[in-house]
């Protein structure tokens, strides 16, 4: 045992994870264990593995590996996650999880808040 | 509906979770709702809410105001999350959560599981 | 010398800085002194302290406290930076600063550069 | 103009950095330039370019391409960053910059302030 490991566990470093997704994946239909799907991909990707299987993210989570394909295959059909096709080098091709259309969902989700609100302004003040 | 909204929700920044904690969790005998509990403490007290309440953490999550207070009660009981005291100006005293704790039980796990590896590694060199 | 050290040291944690920004620091006239007094108002703001002295940002940089003061005055006098101010309780005001005029700064730059790029395919498809 | 273009610059993220560099960069010798050629490093490695060069690094900079390699080769001799080899598949050798060094370096000033600090109030007790 010695300070090497410390380096190492504090080379990893951090995922970003932005305020607004943390406090609004609920207003998006997404459950805690959805969400935490969510974020493993986000974690994976941010490590350098951009198409992780149910297994690696079962590794890291309580859910079984059937119950990460379950929640995988529910967030690629409702339009959270996509996968899209990288071209390599000597076009190779490989595939990687996009996390695009959940930001997409979640500014159509504060669009239609934010305009709501302007609505009940203006219905207040015509009153 | 203009630009001004998409500057303050660009505004609000991120929460920075370290990967370690995102791989671990499960280690930690912490669940994906548990986890997510702290997940949502940590995102209040960067935002300057330093002891959130159950019905405020309820509030970005699916889970019952109920339901968060058990699960806070069970991490404070299980020593994941502590409550500090913090005196301020004209000695008001304010209660705030750390996390201090969870971080001592992931190095624990961490240097134990090293230990682990380094006497698996002796042990096959001697045979 | 033990391991509570390294717990506190990483129990610091981050700031998340925006990719964009240190992509486009630049392309808003700013340079890389100017662009880190920005970081260490942000990293202080992160840290609880809201309005950090010239001789706080000083104290985490090679510049002198002269050099931070007219860099701040500059901040503010360009509109990267604002001072803004809080009420707490017992009607206590506080001041603090605030980036949100670096953003606005950031998008108008982004939008301009995309009408520009918007134009140039057009014209180009015109002839 | 729509909102495609925000979701983009939402999408690009954020990178995470220990507040205890920001906080100490200065401690390890680094002035403001230099650090700042750490950062836009640690940016290249987090966007998936991880040998950007000097070209690279100065299109985000008001620094020479002239300038990033000297700073480059400054940082590379005096141990702030390392390069590594990585082996892909097909054996490609691919280099990659490391901030291990950086890492190694900043616990080693921290520790030894740690103690110093401990010395200094032994000799108090002692006293």
Redesign the interface.
């Known amino acids: ?1 010695n ?1 090497d ?3 190492d ?12 997704l ?3 994946y ?1 207003n998006l239909n997404l ?3 959805e ?2 799907v969510v ?2 991909v986000l ?1 994976f990707i ?2 350098g593995n951009t198409f992780p299987t149910p297994t690696e993210l079962s590794s ?4 079984s590996t059937t119950r990460c394909t379950e929640i995988l295959r529910h967030l690629l059909q409702k339009g959270y996650l996509a996968i899209e096709e990288d071209y390599h080098e000597k076009s190779i091709i490989v595939e990687k999880y996009s ?2 259309p959940l ?2 969902k979640l ?1 159509h989700y ?2 239609s808040e ?2 709501e609100q ?1 609505k009940t302004v203006v219905q207040r003040e015509e009153q």
Chains 1, 2, 3, 4 share one sequence.
Do not use: C, D, H, R
């Open positions: 045992m300070y490991n410390f380096i566990w504090f080379q990893q470093g951090s995922v970003a994870i932005p305020k607004l943390l406090q609004n609920k459950n805690e264990e969400f935490m974020l493993q974690n941010e490590s890291n989570m309580t859910l996390l695009k930001w997409v500014f504060l669009m934010t305009i302007e």
